[in-house]
């Protein structure tokens, strides 16, 4: 079968090997080709592809094995959803410590991509609250690890990219919550500077803080918006989440994102979010999770597909780095409205492999132009290395190898817990393999 990448990018044929949630066989691919676990699919770029090799498909592998209503541990396989860990625990007081932009992704992505949300400050990443995981070899043998045993194993896998074996199950920790229910305050900025200051007085009172930057805008105007969590009594309007939703039902011959329609919208969007910009109580759906209410979004981008880069950046540098990032987009004229900018703490990440570092985090999507889009990419790549910043993987189509392992000075340490049975496309561009 051909898969591709949320990015859409193309599409490469595989074979597919689903996991039947309720078997403990292993399926194996033929002699000699190599397997790559793959969830749902939504990495961007080709972390989680696998081109004329076998990927297991973990999606069918989802369920419960097990939850302490008292502790909030939770034990699950590796294809279970985050949206639905979400939708059933909320109502009952417990909720993830952390999820990234989209509630479709698997336990199993989420931990081999180390995943982190709009609380880094707060929680750090995702595997921050992984007990203890299962770890298939295609070997056959099993490996049980966690952050106190069998810790390089366990280091190697968060963050891993999928590359030392198939996570089968994991034991989270959840966090208590009055309820589904978010108190928010977006608040409008005009240049970088004023972000700066709304970020650094935000983190004692907010859990969740993240930023939309017009990234046409030189000036660095954007919306700022920061929640905590709150019980329904909260005495501001509530926003609830709508139902249905909306969807793009095919792929137009062109994307729909360029230059004059990006300019246009996101004049509007900062100016009616503006006007409207104060307190409310939200649904944790729609702050979490904005995109996830418009199905096939990926589709706007056009049959060529979109890429995504997200870059972290150290404080140090990283004020005149992200400037400097900005300028080159707004000057390209290419870009998105899906502009996120937004700071990462100092909770230290777990994964030899992890993105997340204290820094500032810039991410953007762009319509796929070719070389036009590659060149602009190059020059954004200067500006990462020379900051000493690195590229999210799980966003990642393109980065080259020297900025990966400049980016990831532990890379090396990982290499002994790969699995030889295991390799993806981005394994073979950026570690030979």
């Known amino acids: 079968m051909r898969v591709s990448s949320w990015g859409r990018l193309g599409a490469e044929p595989h074979e597919a090997l689903p996991l039947d949630g309720l078997s403990s066989a292993l399926p194996l691919p033929a ?15 080709d972390v989680c592809l696998n081109p004329g090799g076998a990927l297991w498909l973990t999606a069918g592998a989802d369920h419960w094995l097990d939850f302490d209503a008292g502790t909030g541990l939770l034990t699950c396989q590796a294809g279970a959803l985050l949206g639905d860990i979400q939708r059933l625990l909320a109502p009952r007081g417990w909720m993830l410590p952390v999820t990234p932009g989209t509630q479709f992704v698997t336990v199993g992505g989420a931990i081999a991509n180390d995943v982190h949300g709009k609380n880094h400050h707060v929680a750090g990443s995702f595997g921050n609250h992984v007990r203890s995981l299962v770890l298939r070899r295609t070997d056959g043998r099993s490996v049980v690890c966690g952050p106190d045993h069998e810790v390089d194993w366990f280091r190697a896998t968060v963050g891993g990219l999928g590359l030392t074996g198939l996570i089968t199950q994991a034991t989270l920790q959840l966090r208590r919550v009055a309820g589904p229910w978010l108190d928010t305050e977006t608040l409008a900025f005009d240049t970088l500077d004023r972000f700066h200051a709304l970020a650094a007085e935000s983190e004692a009172g907010w859990e969740y803080t993240v930023s939309w930057i017009d990234c046409l805008d030189r000036r660095g105007r954007g919306l700022f918006m920061r929640a905590n969590h709150c019980g329904e009594a909260a005495g501001v309007p509530r926003q609830t989440p709508r139902q249905g939703g909306l969807a793009m039902p095919v792929t137009p011959p062109l994307s729909l994102v360029n230059t004059v329609s990006l300019r246009g919208f996101n004049a509007l969007y900062y100016h009616a979010h503006r006007l409207r910009a104060g307190r409310a109580v939200s649904h944790y759906r729609p702050f979490f999770y904005p995109l996830d209410g418009i199905a096939h979004w990926n589709r706007m981008y056009g049959p060529r597909g979109f890429y995504q880069y997200q870059c972290v950046v150290p ?71 020379a900051a000493g910043g ?44």
Do not use: C
């Open 31 to 45: 002699a000699g080709q190599t397997i790559l676990p793959h969830g749902l699919g939504r990495s961007y770029g």
């Open 315 to 385: 404080f140090e540098d990283g004020r005149q780095a992200i400037a400097d990032m900005l300028a080159q987009i707004a000057l390209s004229g290419q870009g998105s409205f899906l502009a996120v900018l937004k700071t990462f703490g100092h909770q230290p990440s777990p994964g030899l492999l992890s993105f997340p570092r204290p820094g500032i985090t810039l991410a953007l999507d762009f319509p796929n132009q070719g070389e036009k889009t590659l060149r602009l990419f190059d020059r954004l790549d200067a500006i990462v290395g």
């Open 390 to 433: 690195r590229i999210y993987p799980a966003k990642d189509a393109r980065m080259p190898a020297s900025l990966f392992q400049s980016g990831y000075p532990q890379w090396a340490q990982m290499q002994p817990y790969r699995d030889p049975g295991i390799s993806s496309a981005m394994s073979r561009r950026l570690l030979g393999s």
